[in-house]
């Protein structure tokens, strides 16, 4: 079993900054890829950023591409999303997912993921 509990969120003005933290506890977290989702108002949850679990190896959504920055630190069993040029469209629901074992997965869909946090507000005000 793996908790995941986000923090960070918060309201911030557009064009701002905000960084995101996904602490995991329960089972080793360095075997295991991770990934930030997000759901925004009226939307389907979509994937924002993802990282191996060597943490050479990101992906990232083009919406969000060269504004965030996914990171893990495996000592801390702490996932990080820096997010900077914040828009109002980033307003959402963000949270944190964890993939089990070293298959090789599609980042991009959130069906694979095993375990998910609850999840931590962002709100950017135009």
């Known amino acids: 079993q793996v908790q995941l509990v986000e923090s960070g969120g918060g309201l911030v003005q557009a064009g701002g900054s905000l960084g995101l933290s996904c602490a995991a506890s329960g089972r080793t977290f360095t075997s295991y890829a991770m990934a930030w989702f997000r759901r925004r108002p009226g939307k389907e949850r979509e994937f924002v950023a993802g990282i191996s679990w060597s943490g050479y190896t990101t992906y990232y959504a083009d919406s969000v591409k060269g504004r965030f920055t996914i990171s893990r630190d495996s000592a801390k069993n702490t996932l990080y999303l820096q997010m900077n040029s914040l828009k109002p469209e980033d307003t959402a629901v963000y949270y944190c997912?964890?993939?089990?074992?070293?298959?090789?997965?599609?980042?991009?869909?959130?069906?694979?993921?095993?375990?998910w946090g609850q999840g931590t507000q962002v709100t950017v005000s135009s």
């Open positions: 997912a964890t993939k089990m074992g070293l298959a090789r997965f599609n980042y991009y869909s959130d069906s694979p993921y095993d375990y």
